[in-house]
């Protein structure tokens, strides 16, 4: 049993004694004294404790922005982190931050330490970013005072100057060696057998992915944590195969992960995946913990249903099972997962060349922001007709759902306009949409109903890109 946790922080180890349920942004400020890295929200929006995180084997094995604020010390352990004091050398700071510094590009300086770490994360793996994917990195920092203009021009000034420093040694790899300090106790598990057996061990344990769900929980709720136990280095749960039929992800996947892999073949999941969150979420939370967590407004789930995935899961007694993604769902927040088990992994079939599909989120704003709405749709035409389809909705239920009823009402018949009117009017059957300050159940079933005749444009190639949608 470990009492420490082990990581490399701007280069050099580090191994220190604290729970290790400790949040990384108290851990780097307080005990480790790096007070450059801010903390804003604790929620994982504003961007003001971003830090690089680079995690062997996760993410292509290079650094990428992450939120300390909602990440625990358990998780780093064997990590390598570059905080905003690791981004100059020798007192000189980084050609970013000197162009931040010439241009003007802070004023206030509470957003600049986290703005600075994470455009050095995109700089450091993109020497080119073209400025969409400079404004992307973006997306999960906030400034109210500069302005972006400013410090998207310092980002163009500085591309193709910055390269990470090299880190010292790793002190210390990733291990399955329980870690425990001041009464709570973390376990790393490895394979999915020694995750099954910390479930079995540590029945009551927070089972930890990502943690860009649980940690807002926890900052929101106080949560006790004293027992954790981390997915992140379960080698069956970081798997990643692609064959010709499909991609089967590993539940403890990155969405940057997925995005790399279905991001070309599948561009509509691709433009879905890349208003996940921010660069910093994408980095950190998992597919797994994206179905895991059975949000109603999830934005996985409806996209997987429609691409017809499917999920296996394992009971604690190792006994695993596959079934239809769709049919994992049972009520609010209430799955198939058996008692203290594990979801494995999801399958995701390719589509065929006379299948289509595109996925649509709407939401009050386009980057960082929860849908009120998510409408994924699935299509395989015969001639003008529709043979099959499947139309599934996350925002417009207790749980993703395929709207059955209107998807009987379009089978055999050519996809025109009339026949989605026709089939939007049974929606309010199939489905049982919420009002709330995102929406009201009247709005939530016009968009819903909007988004297929959207589908029907898209194929017929009449539509534009829309940035709000
Ligand atoms: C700022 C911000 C923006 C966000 N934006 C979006 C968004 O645009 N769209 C969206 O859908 N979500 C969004 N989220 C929510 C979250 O990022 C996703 O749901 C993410 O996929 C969760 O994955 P995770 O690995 O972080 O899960 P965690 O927080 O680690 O876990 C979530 C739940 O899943 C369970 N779990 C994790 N792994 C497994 C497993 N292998 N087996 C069984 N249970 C498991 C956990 O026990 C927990 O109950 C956002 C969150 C934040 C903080
Ligand atoms: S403090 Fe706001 S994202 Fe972490
Ligand atoms: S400079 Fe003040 S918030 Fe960005």
């Not at 017809?308 to 009971?315: E, L, P, Q």
Request: aromatic share 6%; with cysteine.
């Amino acid at each position: 049993m470990a009492q420490a946790i082990s990581f490399t922080m701007n280069g050099k180890p580090v191994r220190v004694s604290v729970r290790p349920d400790t949040t990384v942004l108290d851990l780097i400020r307080g005990p480790l004294g790096a007070t450059g890295t801010k903390e804003g929200c604790a929620e994982g929006d504003c961007g003001a404790c971003t830090v690089l995180l680079k995690r062997e084997g996760i993410n292509g094995g290079v650094a990428n922005a992450a939120n300390a604020c909602i990440m625990t010390a358990a998780q780093i352990d064997g990590a390598e982190i570059t905080t905003v004091e690791g981004l100059a050398h020798e007192g000189v700071l980084n050609l970013l931050q000197e162009a931040m510094a010439e241009n003007g590009s802070s004023q206030c300086g509470f957003c600049t330490p986290g703005i600075a770490v994470a455009l050095t994360g995109l700089l450091a793996n993109n020497s080119a970013p073209n400025e969409e994917q400079i404004h992307d990195a973006l997306a999960g920092n906030l400034c109210r005072c500069t302005g972006y203009r400013p410090i998207v021009e310092a980002a163009k000034k500085a591309a193709g100057k910055i390269q990470l420093a090299a880190s010292a040694e790793t002190s210390h790899s990733a291990s399955s060696e329980e870690i425990s300090f001041d009464g709570a106790v973390a376990r790393c598990p490895t394979s999915l057998a020694e995750l099954l057996q910390a479930r079995r061990e540590l029945p009551n344990a927070t089972l930890l992915a990502g943690g860009t769900d649980l940690g807002v929980a926890r900052a929101a709720y106080e949560k006790d944590w004293s027992s954790i136990i981390v997915t992140n280095n379960v080698k069956e749960l970081r798997q990643t195969q692609e064959d010709a039929t499909g991609w089967t992800f590993g539940a403890a996947v990155t969405w940057q992960e997925v995005l790399n892999h279905v991001g070309e073949a599948l561009p509509s999941f691709g433009t879905l995946i890349r208003r996940f969150g921010s660069t910093q979420i994408r980095s950190m939370g998992t597919i797994g913990g994206n179905i895991g967590t059975a949000s109603p407004i999830g934005d996985g789930p409806p996209a997987l249903i429609a691409l017809g995935a499917k999920i296996t899961f394992a009971s604690v007694d190792g006994a695993q099972k596959t079934m239809p993604l769709e049919d994992f769902f049972l009520d609010y927040r209430k799955t198939e997962l058996p008692q203290n088990g594990v979801i494995v992994s999801v399958h995701i079939p390719k589509p065929k060349a006379d299948e289509h599909f595109r996925v649509y989120k709407v939401s009050k704003r386009y980057d960082q922001d929860i849908s009120t709405v998510c409408g994924a749709f699935w299509i395989k035409m015969s001639g003008d007709n529709i043979e099959d389809v499947r139309l599934a909705f996350g925002g417009m239920a207790a749980i993703p759902k395929r709207a059955r009823q209107a998807e009987t009402a379009l089978k055999g018949k050519p996809l025109t306009a009339e026949n989605i009117f026709a089939a939007g009017q049974l929606l309010g059957e199939d489905l049982t949409p919420l009002t709330d300050w995102r929406g009201s159940a009247t709005y939530r079933e016009q968009v819903a109903t909007a988004l297929i005749k959207r589908f029907m444009h898209d194929l017929n190639g009449e539509t534009v890109e829309v940035m709000a949608l």
